[in-house]
């Protein structure tokens, strides 16, 4: 399918390059932790802004983990590093113990990661089954089905792709939409349709940028049991949300960043009553509260 660029086409940095061609070679080695993800020491700069600043960050396999912070804080280029949008100015990523910053996103992709963006990236005009198949087909053109297909095979792979899509938009609750263009669906159902389509690539880890941004309380509820249900199936999350209900009933841990840096992590509760988390919040000291 074409247009598969369009859907991780990010722009690229003012003032940071992926062509910040220090190297791998020359670069310092990170010793792996024992997480799924692993940021270790991740700087990402744009000309004078420093977005993400000495980020460690362990994932572990199974894990729903939230990141949170005020707007700004860096939670987005976390993502964008992690996917492979940026290369980090300083720093590694490791990801089932290898390096993957630098890598391309589509290397990432088929290293078991996937993502939904916090401004929702549909194909609008096509079918909610078609966005789903175009999820599945990153997947297979990154090396999952072998270059060449006879075309009976191939018409084969597109009924399995399609029968796949639904089971998929049925998982996140949206079948009854599947023969609907997305850009008809109710926005809550979009959010729904791009977990449908990130699941489509199989991932290890799946990344959702503010998923519950635009829902109705029905909806967030709903999402939360998704959410559990897509941990449930063996795919560890990674959540950005700014829904505190949210993010406190499902998150095993939840790190909090303000200004690019950690300035707390663990269980939602401790988190919750850290004073460095309400003032950064509230941006006044935690006793003016
Ligand atoms: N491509 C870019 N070029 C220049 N600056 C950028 C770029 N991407 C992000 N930034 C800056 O990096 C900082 C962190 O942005 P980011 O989008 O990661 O924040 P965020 O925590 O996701 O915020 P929000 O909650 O509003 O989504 C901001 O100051 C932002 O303006
Ligand atoms: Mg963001």
Not at 136 to 146: I, L
């Amino acid at each position: 399918m074409k247009g598969l660029n369009k859907i991780g086409g990010v722009v690229k940095p003012g003032g940071a390059s992926k062509s910040g061609k220090s190297g791998k070679a020359g670069e310092r080695s990170f010793a792996p932790r024992g997480g799924l993800l692993e940021l270790h020491h991740v700087v990402m700069r744009f000309g004078g802004v420093t977005a993400i600043n000495g980020l460690d960050l362990t994932i572990n396999a199974g894990e729903i983990f939230a990141v949170i912070g005020p707007n700004g804080a860096g939670k987005t280029t976390v993502f964008n590093v992690v996917t492979g949008v940026y290369q980090p100015t300083e720093g590694g990523v490791l990801f089932d113990g290898r390096r993957i910053d630098g890598s391309k996103r589509y290397q990432v992709t088929k290293a078991g990661i996937a993502r939904t963006f916090q401004n929702i990236r549909l194909f609008h005009n096509m079918s909610a089954v078609e966005n789903v198949m175009v999820g599945a087909d990153a997947h297979h053109r990154t090396g999952f089905v072998s270059a060449g297909l006879g075309f009976p095979r191939h018409r084969k792979e597109e009924r399995e792709g399609r029968e796949t899509a639904r089971r998929l938009l049925d998982f996140v609750g949206v079948a009854h939409r599947g023969d609907e263009a997305a850009k008809n669906l109710p926005y809550g159902d979009q959010r729904r349709l791009e977990i449908a389509r990130a699941l489509a690539t199989r991932p290890k880890l799946l990344l959702l940028d503010e998923p519950a941004a635009g829902m109705n309380p029905a909806e967030k509820e709903a999402l939360q049991g998704l959410i559990r249900r897509i941990r449930d199936t063996g795919v560890t999350v990674l959540l950005i949300e700014h829904d505190m209900r949210l993010v406190m009933g499902i998150s095993d841990r939840v790190a909090v960043l303000d200004f690019g840096q950690k300035i707390a992590e663990g269980q939602p509760r401790e988190v919750q009553n850290n004073p460095r988390v309400i003032e950064a919040y509230l941006g006044a000291p935690a006793d003016a509260s």
